[in-house]
């Protein structure tokens, strides 16, 4: 063996350790995609028009608030999303040099409009993409630790691309779907309110009870009506006062408990500036109920026994689960808009399992048929494309491995065709050999020109595969991605085996032999 | 050992008639497409609701049909997936149109209403995961460990994982006796279990669900990738060889395309992101073929100027003919293996290949050599116009 082949056998055997080592231990260098290692795949929307509605509605109160106190009676009117403002009902005596001093102080950058009984507030021109874009940031945030108080391996959550108010969110490994489901997109807007009126079991009783018409700083809230034995058995109507004692923002801690009868509720306790609002409230009002309100809906409405200081509990008709997930959720804070789902796939774990299974036996199969039709048709010389293509195998695994790359399902389907079309270039060489045998060269000239003519044929070959593949993964989302990307290695690796490595195989099998007679292919 | 010899095929003189079949198919198949069912196009494109689901005996379709047509959702599709003896079924639905949400959630609810009213509050072993069946033992605390609930939830949770273990490998469990079969369980959680926990009639296999916005998407990427990819192809051959070529590869293309189109469409095989990808590759696969036999026209030309194209073409073919045999041969095999052990999430993905490795075989031969020769044609008359205009 020449200085020359021994350069070449020491970069295979570099470039195949690399991959082995790159490569162990298998079961935690390949990463599985989604579709492989069950789990959920998500595309939410955060409703952003919720947030510019809230920062609307917020701005309003406080104007109206901030009016009153300075002596300028006004009452809340309606917001428009849509043409980004609000209005609030000026009666016909106001000072309304007044007026646009305070809306200067407290809603300032908005246009004031006065109109005959009713100005209207538009939102400054920027304001309408920072808070929309900021209601994306905060949800990603909120979503980002909830999941990470669930618990879940390797997540994805981000937005997809800049601007946009989509967010992606992937879960490996996740087993209850439904239930990680609920944990990210609701909302979790807990408030404590004062109830007014109710309950009753229908709106029509509650309306008629109150003299039919709801006043403007209360609101209807329904409920679950809870039977003896903590059954749900219907829906009753609160009428509650609008303004929050406290809300989930205050919160300092939350987490699940047991009350003394075993039923799973969980326990809170507020930040040191609501625990004096809370203690004040609760002080003042005892025999009274107070409701506890998740997401627009009653969970519990307990009479008030005593002074609650900064700590309480939430009781509810809860299962352990549902008083888990809460106090995760008020830890993790409430989103400040709600998400629709646009795009969901949840791959169950044994699905899964099954396709790693049965793709695996695809490919052996495949393999093995590949690797004895050319073991029969090209003899030692298909032994030598074999040992490439064992070769090509490992260094497709290795690189992927190495990368990082992510082995789905289609990705499977990638790594057989690879198997399949990796061949094709030796098949390439060989027949281009077994023409130059024909017409009379020696054994070595024969090998030289057909490694050199079928080169450039095996590189315009290949480059259109990779062409294709390119746009795949330009264009895939998770699985298809993947397949590209193993595609593309797969190209890469059966030229370097197939050209070189076949080539140093036959240096090999002829070094040292004075006149090759005959080539077994 | 050979298969083929040397041979010496006149394929281009045969070009007339399989040029002329393979237009009768395409437009048959085009004709299919447009005024039959078309093609069976998957919720990644047109939006919907898919879910599989296991059940531990064969549930009555008929039954099934009944309660989600309940649910007031477009056209529900109820099907057997996989192996029969596997008790899978698959459930299609159209969401309604324009509303983006959650549709998964309300099937499974109606299915658990339905096959699961049995069971009550029971913990249900075929639906709940590893998580909350920690958090119940942790609760209920079989073993008696005491301390905080961190230290029960640490203790039990290897238990948890191993009953979730055993479904992800049985898919679901028939029945409570399969705790036996655990190990890992200590003997009072395995009694608590049996106990306390149910096992349901179905357990979730996967569930996919597309709203209008992103079907929409994908739909418009599917498209921009094969018409970019095709032209990506047109300009490397028209670098590497001439126009009259990368013509001549691109209706090889285009005609493989749509033949393994109307094959998918006469099967109603679902048309998915998968399936794309399949034709992406089949894309790139035909023009490999192709490529090969052009390099071999193009080093021909180089050796024997002056002769006459057609008959060089043929050599080519003939020459690289056994290269072509075994390579789609070797590729075929594999495809077919995958075709029969990959399952049922795969099958539409080998079939397309399988189909298109067989037609762009044959176009490569006698599609895309003709029409470049054709091509060739036209330009050396319009050049040899240009050149008698400019005499005169």
């Given at each position: 063996v020449d200085k020359k082949t021994l350069w070449r056998i020491a970069l295979i055997v570099v470039v195949v350790g690399l991959s082995l080592w790159s490569l162990y231990p298998p079961k935690e260098k390949i990463h599985y995609g989604l579709d492989l290692s069950g789990g959920i795949h998500l595309v939410l929307q955060v409703q952003t028009d919720d947030a510019i509605k809230a920062e609307l509605d917020d701005s309003a109160q406080r104007l109206v608030s901030r009016a009153r106190d300075e002596g300028v009676e006004l009452t809340q009117g309606v917001s428009n999303i849509k043409e980004l403002s609000f209005t609030v009902n000026v009666p016909a005596a106001t000072d309304t040099v007044k007026l646009r001093e305070i809306a200067d102080n407290w809603v300032p950058g908005y246009t004031a409009q006065p109109g005959a009984g009713v100005w209207t507030f538009e939102l400054p021109p920027n304001m309408d993409r920072t808070v929309r874009d900021m209601a994306v940031r905060s949800s990603l945030e909120t979503i980002w630790n909830r999941v990470d108080q669930f618990g879940v391996a390797e997540p994805v959550i981000q937005r997809q691309g800049m601007d946009s108010d989509r967010i992606l969110v992937q879960l490996p490994g996740v087993d209850d779907p439904a239930r990680v489901k609920d944990l990210i997109s609701s909302t979790a807007f807990l408030e404590f309110q004062e109830v007014v009126g109710g309950p009753l079991p229908d709106r029509q009783s509650l309306l008629t009870a109150i003299g039919g018409s709801v006043p403007s700083d209360s609101e209807i809230v329904p409920g679950d009506r809870e039977g003896i034995d903590g059954a749900v058995i219907g829906t009753d109507f609160y009428l509650l006062k609008?303004?929050?004692?406290?809300?989930?923002?205050?919160?300092?801690s939350a987490r699940r408990s047991q009350d003394q009868y075993g039923q799973p509720v969980v326990n809170f306790a507020t930040q040191p500036h609501a625990a004096d609002k809370f203690g004040q409230y609760t002080g003042s009002h005892i025999g009274t109920r107070m409701a506890i309100v998740l997401d627009h809906r009653v969970i519990s409405a307990p009479v008030i026994e005593s002074r609650i200081p900064g700590e309480g509990r939430i009781t509810g008709n809860f299962t352990i689960e549902e008083a888990e997930d809460l106090a995760l959720k008020l830890r993790a804070g409430a989103l400040p808009a709600t998400i629709t789902y646009l795009e969901e796939r949840t791959v169950g774990p044994s699905l899964g399992r099954d396709s790693v299974v049965r793709g695996v036996r695809a490919a052996v199969a495949g393999l093995l048929v590949v690797m004895l039709f050319m073991l029969v048709y090209y003899k030692m010389s298909g032994l030598n494309a074999n040992v490439a293509l064992i070769l090509n195998i490992v260094i497709l695994l290795g690189a992927m491995a190495y990368f990082g790359a992510t082995l789905t399902l289609p990705g499977i389907a990638g790594v057989i065709l690879t198997i399949g079309m990796a061949v094709d270039a030796n098949v390439l060489i060989f027949e281009r050999i077994r023409e130059e045998l024909q017409v009379g060269k020696t054994v070595r000239a024969a090998i030289d020109t057909g490694f050199a003519r079928a080169f450039g044929t095996i590189l315009d070959a290949n480059l259109t595969t990779l062409i294709a593949a390119l746009f795949l993964f330009n264009f895939g989302t998770g699985p298809v991605k993947g397949f590209a990307v193993t595609l593309s290695i797969g190209i890469l690796a059966s030229v370097f085996t197939a050209v070189f490595v076949s080539r140093t195989l036959y240096m090999i099998a002829l070094a040292g032999r004075e006149r090759v007679e005959s080539l077994s292919i | 050992m050979r298969i083929i010899g040397d041979t010496n095929f006149?394929?281009?003189?045969?070009r007339r008639i399989a040029i002329t079949i393979s237009i009768l198919v395409i437009v048959a198949g085009l004709a299919y497409e447009f005024l039959g069912h078309g093609l069976n196009l998957g919720i990644d494109f047109v939006g919907g609701t898919q879910i599989t689901v296991k059940f531990r005996e064969q549930p009555d379709l008929a039954d099934l049909r009944a309660a989600i047509a309940?649910?007031?959702?477009?056209s529900p599709l109820i099907q057997r997936f996989d192996e029969p003896e596997k008790h899978e079924i698959m459930i299609r639905v159209e969401n309604p149109s324009g509303v983006e949400g959650d549709f998964t959630t309300p099937i499974l609810e109606l299915l658990h209403a339905k096959f699961n009213?049995?069971?009550?509050?029971r913990f249900d072993l075929n639906t709940k995961g590893s998580l909350a069946l920690v958090d119940m033992l942790a609760a209920a605390d079989p073993d008696g460990v005491g301390g905080d609930m961190e230290g029960r939830s640490a203790y039990y949770e290897p238990m948890a994982e191993a009953v979730l273990d055993f479904r992800k490998q049985q898919?679901?469990?028939?029945?409570?006796?399969?705790?036996?079969?655990?190990?890992?369980?200590s003997d009072p959680v395995r009694a608590y279990l049996q106990k306390t926990a149910a096992v349901g009639d179905f357990a979730l296999l996967g569930a996919d669900s597309v709203g209008p916005a992103v079907g929409k998407d994908l739909q418009r990427k599917a498209q921009l990738a094969i018409i970019f990819s095709i032209l990506g192809m047109l300009v490397y051959i028209w670098i590497r060889f001439q126009l009259p070529y990368g013509i001549g590869a691109v209706v090889a293309l285009f005609h493989d395309v749509l033949i393994t189109l109307t094959a998918l469409a006469v099967t109603q095989r679902e048309f998915n992101l998968p399936t794309v990808a399949a034709l992406l590759t089949l894309v790139g696969y035909s023009v490999n073929d192709t490529v090969v036999v052009f390099d071999r026209v193009r080093e021909n030309l180089r050796l024997q100027r002056g002769e006459d194209l057609e008959k060089v073409m043929d050599a080519s073919i003939n020459q690289t003919l056994s290269r072509t045999i075994i390579t789609s041969g070797t590729t075929l095999l594999v495809v077919i293996s995958l075709f029969i052990f990959g399952g049922d999430v795969i099958n539409t993905f080998a079939f397309v290949l399988l189909v298109g490795i067989i037609v762009g075989t044959y176009s490569s031969v006698f599609i895309a050599s003709p029409v470049a020769l054709a091509m060739n044609g036209l330009l050396v008359k319009r050049r040899e116009r240009r050149r008698a205009a400019g005499k005169r």
């Open positions: 609008k303004a929050a004692i406290i809300s989930g923002q205050e919160l300092r | 006149p394929f281009l003189s045969y309940g649910l007031d959702l477009g009213s049995a069971i009550g509050n898919g679901i469990f028939t029945s409570l006796d399969q705790l036996d079969a655990i190990t890992g369980l």
